[in-house]
């Protein structure tokens, strides 16, 4: 719920920007296996999925892969103004989450393509002010993800690799507290992410990535009702961004764990025939941590999965009984054949915020959200 701070801000200051960015979304990640592993995926990395997640495993692929993900998501938020409920408000999407092709030499070499929708943008809330005056939030919109990645095997313990993303997105909102006004958001931008896959046994491997260029750019287009378009430019700047994950194998059961970190600088913006200005805005580091359990019944039969994620930030002033995100993942999978593989996960996340209900305010809104996810993935190799 970031945008909220930041679109309730807007619409009653016009065009003076505040000093709260965007929100940049809520990642639902990428194929429903590293999804039911709960994205404790940078250290096992041996399948399409890799390129994402990974690009030096893709280097452990034995044979050439092309997947489909198809994603269908319910999202529920409810708000609480001074201790009163609001009704829930609730969105449901369904969409292609990811398309990805990886060749392989089956030995050194591995190039992968692929097209992700790993951030979501919607988001609806609505509840009545203390006022009397009945607030709605909608948010709908996704961040689109284009990806390139190049793995190469150094030796048998040690793989390379280096992937570039081109990312475009596109939020419209419309936020209505006794007047109407609505955000048309689009981003651009692309960053390139190094990795590495090291195999330290047969039982235990480490891998890691970190986005070490990075270009993020947003036109706002924010308009209220009955009055003209304001149009303003941001450059936003994530100074670092790493994740770096461990795998143990023992027979037919597989363990995982990883560290996703997401550090923030600042960014500069101007509205439309301004200068840009810089502004510190000192967001919180925001630590992901990730546990998956992979259970394969017997060498070749179906495998069954289990994931737990959850988020925490340095939060310099941490909200009163805010709780950290969290998800609950579980999954299957199986191979009809030794060329056509079928994964399903599902996904529950909760969390919960407080914030103002007002620029300056007194924070006194707990929003609390509920989303539920099932992905499907069919690969075929070759």
């Given at each position: 719920?970031?945008?909220?701070?930041?679109?309730?801000?807007?619409?009653?200051?016009?065009?003076?920007?505040?000093?709260?960015?965007?929100?940049?979304?809520?990642?639902?990640?990428?194929?429903?296996?590293?999804?039911?592993?709960?994205?404790?995926?940078?250290?096992?990395?041996?399948?399409?999925?890799?390129?994402y997640?990974?690009?030096?495993?893709?280097?452990?692929?034995?044979?050439?892969?092309?997947?489909?993900?198809?994603?269908?998501?319910?999202?529920?938020?409810?708000?609480?103004?001074?201790?009163?409920r609001s009704?829930?408000?609730?969105?449901?999407?369904?969409?292609?989450?990811?398309?990805?092709?990886?060749?392989?030499?089956?030995?050194?070499?591995?190039?992968?393509?692929?097209?992700?929708?790993?951030?979501?943008?919607?988001?609806?809330?609505?509840?009545?002010?203390?006022?009397?005056?009945?607030?709605?939030?909608?948010?709908?919109?996704?961040?689109?993800?284009?990806?390139?990645?190049?793995?190469?095997?150094?030796s048998?313990?040690?793989?390379?690799?280096?992937?570039?993303?081109?990312?475009?997105?596109?939020?419209?909102?419309?936020?209505?507290?006794?007047?109407?006004?609505?955000?048309?958001?689009?981003?651009t931008?692309?960053?390139?992410?190094?990795?590495?896959?090291?195999?330290?046994?047969?039982?235990?491997?480490?891998?890691?990535?970190?986005?070490?260029?990075?270009?993020?750019?947003?036109?706002?287009?924010?308009?209220?009702?009955?009055?003209s378009?304001?149009?303003?430019?941001?450059?936003?700047?994530?100074?670092?961004?790493?994740?770096?994950?461990?795998?143990?194998?023992?027979?037919?059961?597989?363990?995982?764990?990883?560290?996703?970190?997401?550090?923030?600088?600042?960014?500069?913006?101007?509205?439309?025939?301004?200068?840009?200005?810089?502004?510190?805005?000192?967001?919180?580091?925001?630590?992901?941590?990730n546990?998956?359990?992979?259970?394969y019944?017997?060498?070749?039969?179906?495998?069954?999965?289990?994931?737990?994620?959850?988020?925490?930030?340095?939060?310099?002033?941490?909200?009163?009984?805010?709780?950290?995100?969290?998800?609950?993942?579980?999954?299957?999978?199986?191979?009809?054949?030794?060329?056509?593989?079928?994964?399903?996960?599902?996904?529950?996340?909760?969390g919960?915020?407080?914030?103002?209900?007002?620029?300056?305010?007194?924070?006194?809104?707990?929003?609390?959200?509920?989303?539920?996810?099932?992905?499907?993935?069919?690969k075929l190799r070759?």
């Open positions: 719920m970031g945008a909220l701070a930041l679109a309730a801000a807007l619409s009653t200051s016009g065009a003076e920007v505040t000093g709260e960015l965007v929100s940049l979304g809520k990642k639902t990640g990428v194929g429903a296996r590293a999804i039911s592993l709960g994205e404790a995926f940078t250290a096992v990395a041996d399948d399409y999925s890799a390129l997640y990974n690009a030096a495993g893709m280097t452990q692929l034995s044979r050439s892969e092309v997947a489909a993900n198809l994603s269908y998501g319910f999202s529920e938020n409810q708000a609480s103004l001074n201790g009163e009704s829930p408000t609730s969105l449901e999407t369904t969409k292609l989450n990811a398309l990805t092709m990886v060749l392989t030499d089956g030995g050194r070499w591995a190039l992968g393509l692929g097209y992700y929708v790993p951030v979501s943008f919607d988001d609806p809330l609505a509840y009545r002010s203390a006022d009397g005056t009945d607030y709605l939030y909608d948010g709908e919109g996704q961040m689109d993800h284009y990806r390139l990645g190049l793995a190469y095997m150094v048998e313990q040690v793989s390379l690799g280096l992937a570039a993303s081109a990312v475009s997105g596109r939020e419209q909102l419309e936020i209505q507290d006794g007047n109407t006004a609505r955000y048309l958001e689009e981003y931008g692309y960053n390139l992410e190094p990795s590495f896959l090291i195999h330290l046994s047969d039982m235990f491997s480490v891998g890691g990535s970190a986005v070490v260029v990075e270009q993020l750019q947003l036109e706002d287009t924010y308009q209220e009702k009955g009055g378009p304001l149009e303003s430019q941001y450059d936003i700047h994530h100074p670092f961004q790493a994740k770096l994950g461990m795998a143990f194998q023992s027979g037919l059961t597989q363990v995982s764990f990883d560290w996703h970190g997401d550090f923030w600088s600042s960014y500069t913006y101007n509205s439309a025939g301004e200068a840009f200005v810089r502004h510190d805005v000192h967001y919180p580091n925001k630590h992901t941590f546990i998956g359990l992979e259970q019944l017997d060498k070749h039969g179906p495998a069954l999965r289990l994931g737990y994620t959850w988020e925490n930030q340095d939060d310099e002033r941490p909200q009163p009984n805010q709780a950290d995100p969290f998800r609950i993942s579980a999954g299957i999978g199986f191979m009809p054949t030794r060329r056509v593989g079928l994964d399903f996960a599902y996904q529950y996340g909760s919960r915020t407080v914030q103002n209900s007002q620029p300056g305010g007194p924070e006194d809104l707990a929003i609390e959200s509920e989303d539920h996810q099932v992905m499907a993935s069919l070759w």
